[in-house]
């Protein structure tokens, strides 16, 4: 069975695909990259907003066209859309044989097996994940699954369910396999990384597993992304400051900064005390890299809670800022909330804001011209000449959501997963331009033995 995935949303979701891509494969099916050519092609959708739930349902249809296109047998609708709205789906969407929830995904191999899709039986073992992305270098580790948190604009615990933090054992020989098939940079990923070990035996939290992970692993660039405030606690940013392998990057939520505003959306954070943090942040982490999210347009955000969100932004100049629209989720208290603002006036605020925080970024970026930067290469042009430059990241520079670094091409002999220096000689208000002068690590080269993990989607997915 020659099978493919298509995963939107998260990076979460990410991770559940590449482990649906090692279970295939481990029952004997053949992962190929282009959905056109699939016999089997899984959608992996998003829930989050009214937007991500409309691109999983366009995908859906677009990939039912294949069947009449192409060699496509099977369409299986899977992740957080199809936990939370299977019935309407299979309703709605008659074209798509087979939804499977999150809770659901241990099904996977029973219902393809049935279908004579399928051996039932286990035939190799390719470990717990299998790569889907472009990038082999770059990967996630998500270390625990659910949120306790109760944001009142926010659906995910609906589908994801409460919080619950995976074995560290289990995430550190994760890690070791995929630092064994050439990963250089590792982001953790969760709802609220601070969380990890609050449900585990002898509490071991998010320091201690990144102690372990930095121990037995030789991985150089870990990165953090989704720390609420609280869990920020002296001795985990003191460990961040010290380890040069854990990125000075922190990307801590805000969501506002209107006192009134975020008591309604059920936020414990107040913007007096977020000042005070964030100016002890970049007192003990140097060259801290601190990226946020906020929302706008909340029910009864007026005026004057919108003007004190653009000064609080404007004083701390965030280094990335992702902005959203306020988006009413089915069984969210937000959602039940009056005072609902109007679209045009919620997207009028999002492009004020995001006017400021264009501003702020090209002025953050212009103080780097002249600087020397350490940078991962992500791409380097074939002899085709695509793309033209080589593009690659700073250290404060996430994958896909922080912008690119740009290199002229130069005598240095570069690739994928390499660390170099740079330096910067231009900028914008997204990405930077420069010239690489050194390389100082070569990136590592997937090894022939490869650690495998017992593929048990029971434990997965189903606690």
Partial sequence: MKFSVITLGCDKNTVDSERIVATLVAHGA??????????????NTCGFIDAAKQESIDTLLQAARLKDA????????????VERYRRELQRSLPEVDLFLGL????????????????????????????????????????ISEGCDH????????????????????????????????GVVELNLVAQDLAHYGRDLDGQPGLQQLLEQLLAATGIPWFRLLYVYS????????????????????????????????LERMRRPERPERLRELIAWLRSEIPDLTLRSSVVVGFPGETDEDFEALLEFVEVIEFDHLGAFAFSPQEGTVGAAMPDQLPDSLKLERL???NELQRSIV??????????????LIDRVPDERGSPQQIEARMRSQAYEIDGVTFLERSEITLAPGDLAVASINNADDADLWGVAEERIRAGQRPREHIESLRLDLETVWGR
């Fill in 30 to 43: 053949d992962y190929i990259a282009e959905p056109r050519d699939a016999e089997v092609l899984l959608v």
């Fill in 70 to 81: 192409g060699q496509l047998r099977v369409l299986v609708g899977v992740g957080c859309l």
């Fill in 103 to 142: 809770r659901d995904l241990p099904e996977l191999v029973p219902k393809l097996a049935v279908r004579g899709l399928l051996d039932g039986r286990v035939q190799k073992h390719p470990g717990s994940r299998l790569p889907v992305g472009d990038l082999r270098h770059v990967s996630y580790l998500k």
């Fill in 150 to 181: 109760t944001c009142a604009f926010c659906a995910i615990p609906l589908w994801r369910g409460r919080h619950r933090s995976f074995d560290p054992q289990v995430l550190v020989e994760e890690a070791r396999a995929l630092e064994a098939r």
């Fill in 230 to 261: 609280a869990g920020l606690r002296p001795s985990l940013v003191e460990l961040i400051a010290r380890e040069d392998r854990i990125l000075p990057y922190v990307d801590m939520p805000i969501q506002h900064a209107s006192p009134r505003i």
């Fill in 351 to 353: 492009a004020s804001l």
């Fill in 362 to 375: 090209a002025a953050r970026n212009r103080a780097r011209i002249g600087k020397r930067v350490e940078v």
